[in-house]
């Protein structure tokens, strides 16, 4: 920018004696006029640069967000969040956008001082040196947010120490990184340096100047000229550098961003005005991406309108996957899983799941009022349905018994209340949206009796209204289910309401037999049993058959 815009004129030589001073002053105007134009310039050139880039950090900021929205459940299981973090794209965006506002000056047709091997050997460094930090820095992130998020479990432990050196190592790993990529930076800038050619220039026109062959006005102009130059070149040499560290931390920003959704988001085109809500399970069988290999699914069922089914069974048995795979988060690998008579992947995504509602054992809630998170996605929500909502839910009366009510700020992911205070609230924000299906997946295992009691008995009364999918191990839960699906190894084995499967003496019998023999016994079991039990718990996760979180009745 300093060479695009005119510098004329000579500095003066001294003036000889009995001179006046006008032709100081006549050689002032140049000057003057140069300076007025040199701050204009900077001025424009930083305006420019400062909108480009806040537009192109929000473009590319917005576009890598809606593309991670937009990816399959799969996606996320085998991304850990500090991965996903360090693609955000701060480090390229700003780092380098800053850099390139600061310091950018393009000089057309100059020159370079490098040798010519030397900016291709410096690019190739300073990309491999990006991705190297970005890879060891997205595992810091993904300890750091796993241990703030489960801090209650680190402080029961008392592994604080324990996790401050874990990432205080991982830490390091990235400032050894971070001083390598200082060096190659250094190196390529002081390459750039043309501090002897000015000497050069100095010696050379110091000759010429005692020769007469140049006065010294023009030789001084010339250095001037020659140091804005080399200025412009320097500062050239660094936004390269930045723009080479962007391009290895981009790399993964681009590649989320061309990445296409497997086909559970943008398929189907139907939203019908009504839905009658029948599920069938078609030679349904299932793998979860991440684990291919290991099969934890293979049904065939009917769920039918205004029913309560209930879906019981040991862990790991694929009641959970049931779920799943009606809520459309995963597509199986054979087999279709229909609703109404037609295959999930026809309805819109939005649609889908307007009319299909989950509600897990562990709910998510939002860091913001009661009110807001019952009408969570809904444009307007009355306040007599949400109130109805909460009622039917059994949590009107806790709501209104805080100070603030429904305008009660639940705290980061609901840290606020109580297990059993966000279920009712998510349950509360289910039936707001008056689904077609309802699918509960342990919604009520931090209840008490009374709480869930009431539950079930607002459950029997709008059963007539959707299709009820309870997945629980309280037996007081499933019993008055209209019909009860018993499932072992990811496959149906019992199926009937709870007096017929007694009857049966099956595995639903059996597991029915060993909670009473828990409640009987006051919950207390022998330890060797209990420790039997954990044992057998883990190998099946390890095995990879529970990723279904799911728990039978046990």
Same mark, same amino acid.
């Given at each position: 920018?300093?060479?695009?815009?005119?510098?004329?004129?000579? /500095?003066?030589?001294?003036?000889?004696?009995?001179?006046?001073?006008?032709?100081?002053? +006549?050689?002032?105007?140049?000057?003057?006029?140069?300076?007025?134009?040199?701050?204009?310039?900077?001025?424009?050139?930083?305006?420019?640069?400062?909108?480009?880039?806040?537009?192109?950090?929000?473009?590319?900021?917005?576009?890598?967000?809606?593309?991670?929205?937009?990816?399959?459940?799969?996606?996320?299981?085998?991304?850990?969040?500090?991965?996903?973090?360090?693609?955000?794209?701060?480090?390229?965006?700003?780092?380098?956008?800053?850099?390139?506002?600061?310091?950018?000056?393009?000089?057309?047709?100059?020159?370079?001082?490098?040798?010519?091997?030397?900016?291709?050997?410096?690019?190739?460094?300073?990309?491999?040196?990006?991705?190297?930090?970005?890879?060891?820095?997205?595992?810091?992130?993904?300890?750091?947010?796993?241990?703030?998020?489960?801090?209650?479990?680190?402080?029961?432990?008392?592994?604080?120490?324990?996790?401050?050196?874990?990432?205080?190592?991982?830490?390091?790993?990235?400032?050894?990184?971070?001083?390598?990529?200082?060096?190659?930076?250094?190196?390529?800038?002081?390459?750039?340096?043309?501090?002897?050619?000015?000497?050069?220039?100095?010696?050379?026109?110091?000759?010429?100047?005692?020769?007469?062959?140049?006065?010294?006005?023009?030789?001084?102009?010339?250095?001037?000229?020659?140091?804005?130059?080399?200025?412009?070149?320097?500062?050239?040499?660094?936004?390269?550098?930045?723009?080479?560290?962007?391009?290895?931390?981009?790399?993964?920003?681009?590649?989320?961003?061309?990445?296409?959704?497997?086909?559970?988001?943008?398929?189907?085109?139907?939203?019908?005005?009504?839905?009658?809500?029948?599920?069938?399970?078609?030679?349904?069988?299932?793998?979860?991406?991440?684990?291919?290999?290991?099969?934890?699914?293979?049904?065939?069922?009917? @769920?039918?309108?205004?029913? /309560?089914?209930?879906?019981?069974?040991?862990?790991?048995?694929?009641?959970?996957?049931?779920?799943?795979?009606?809520? @459309?988060?995963?597509?199986?690998?054979?087999?279709? /899983?229909? +609703?109404?008579?037609?295959?999930?992947?026809? %309805?819109?995504?939005? %649609?889908?799941?307007?009319?299909?509602?989950?509600?897990?054992?562990?709910?998510?809630?939002?860091?913001?009022?009661?009110?807001?998170?019952?009408?969570?996605?809904?444009?307007?929500?009355?306040?007599?349905?949400?109130?109805?909502?909460?009622?039917?839910?059994?949590?009107?009366?806790?709501?209104?018994?805080?100070?603030?009510?429904?305008?009660?700020?639940?705290?980061?992911?609901?840290?606020?209340?109580?297990?059993?205070?966000?279920?009712?609230?998510?349950?509360?924000?289910?039936?707001?949206?008056?689904?077609?299906?309802?699918?509960?997946?342990?919604?009520?295992?931090?209840?008490?009796?009374?709480?869930?009691?009431?539950?079930?008995?607002?459950?029997?009364?709008?059963?007539?209204?959707?299709?009820?999918?309870?997945?629980?191990?309280?037996?007081?839960?499933?019993?008055?289910?209209?019909?009860?699906?018993?499932?072992?190894?990811?496959?149906?084995?019992?199926?009937?309401?709870?007096?017929?499967?007694?009857?049966?003496?099956?595995?639903?019998?059996? +597991?029915?037999?060993?909670?009473? +023999?828990?409640?009987?016994?006051?919950?207390?079991?022998?330890?060797?049993? @209990?420790?039997?039990?954990?044992?057998?718990?883990?190998?099946?996760?390890?095995?990879?058959?529970?990723?279904?979180?799911?728990?039978?009745?046990?």
């Amino acid at each position: 920018c300093y060479i695009s815009r005119p510098s004329s004129g000579p /500095v003066p030589s001294p003036c000889p004696d009995g001179r006046t001073d006008s032709a100081y002053l +006549l050689c002032r105007c140049p000057a003057d006029l140069h300076a007025c134009d040199s701050a204009l310039s900077s001025g424009v050139r930083g305006g420019i640069f400062t909108l480009v880039f806040a537009r192109i950090n929000i473009r590319i900021r917005n576009m890598l967000f809606r593309s991670l929205l937009q990816q399959d459940i799969a996606f996320f299981d085998a991304n850990h969040t500090g991965v996903r973090e360090r693609e955000s794209g701060t480090f390229y965006w700003d780092s380098c956008g800053r850099r390139l506002m600061r310091n950018v000056c393009v000089p057309p047709l100059a020159p370079s001082p490098h040798p010519p091997w030397l900016p291709h050997r410096h690019r190739y460094l300073l990309q491999n040196l990006a991705a190297q930090v970005q890879d060891v820095l997205a595992k810091a992130n993904n300890l750091a947010e796993e241990t703030i998020s489960s801090m209650k479990t680190v402080r029961s432990f008392g592994t604080e120490e324990t996790e401050c050196r874990e990432y205080c190592r991982r830490m390091q790993d990235v400032y050894t990184l971070n001083r390598k990529e200082a060096m190659a930076f250094s190196f390529f800038t002081c390459s750039g340096r043309v501090s002897d050619v000015q000497i050069c220039i100095l010696y050379y026109g110091g000759f010429l100047v005692i020769a007469k062959h140049m006065t010294p006005g023009n030789l001084i102009s010339f250095i001037i000229y020659e140091l804005q130059l080399g200025d412009c070149l320097e500062n050239l040499g660094t936004v390269y550098t930045g723009l080479m560290q962007g391009t290895g931390a981009a790399e993964k920003i681009f590649q989320y961003m061309d990445q296409e959704s497997c086909g559970t988001l943008n398929e189907g085109t139907l939203a019908p005005d009504m839905l009658k809500g029948e599920i069938t399970f078609s030679n349904v069988s299932f793998a979860y991406p991440t684990r291919p290999h290991t099969q934890v699914l293979k049904v065939s069922s009917i @769920h039918s309108p205004g029913e /309560v089914t209930a879906l019981v069974g040991p862990s790991g048995s694929g009641k959970s996957s049931c779920v799943h795979l009606m809520e @459309h988060f995963y597509s199986p690998q054979a087999g279709e /899983v229909l +609703l109404d008579g037609l295959p999930l992947p026809k %309805y819109q995504s939005q %649609y889908l799941h307007s009319q299909v509602t989950l509600v897990g054992q562990e709910p998510v809630l939002f860091a913001r009022p009661i009110h807001e998170n019952i009408a969570y996605g809904l444009a307007d929500c009355p306040v007599d349905m949400m109130v109805w909502a909460a009622k039917t839910a059994n949590a009107h009366g806790f709501i209104t018994e805080l100070t603030d009510g429904y305008g009660t700020e639940t705290g980061e992911k609901g840290a606020q209340l109580s297990g059993g205070q966000k279920q009712r609230v998510a349950i509360a924000r289910a039936l707001v949206r008056s689904p077609r299906i309802l699918l509960l997946d342990e919604a009520t295992s931090a209840l008490d009796a009374e709480s869930d009691h009431k539950i079930q008995q607002a459950l029997c009364s709008i059963k007539e209204n959707c299709t009820v999918l309870i997945v629980a191990h309280r037996l007081s839960t499933v019993k008055n289910a209209d019909k009860i699906i018993v499932l072992q190894d990811g496959t149906v084995v019992e199926e009937g309401k709870h007096e017929e499967l007694m009857r049966r003496e099956g595995l639903y019998a059996r +597991l029915v037999h060993r909670q009473l +023999l828990d409640i009987k016994s006051g919950g207390k079991r022998p330890l060797a049993e @209990h420790l039997h039990r954990i044992a057998s718990e883990r190998a099946a996760r390890s095995s990879g058959a529970s990723e279904d979180l799911g728990i039978g009745i046990d």
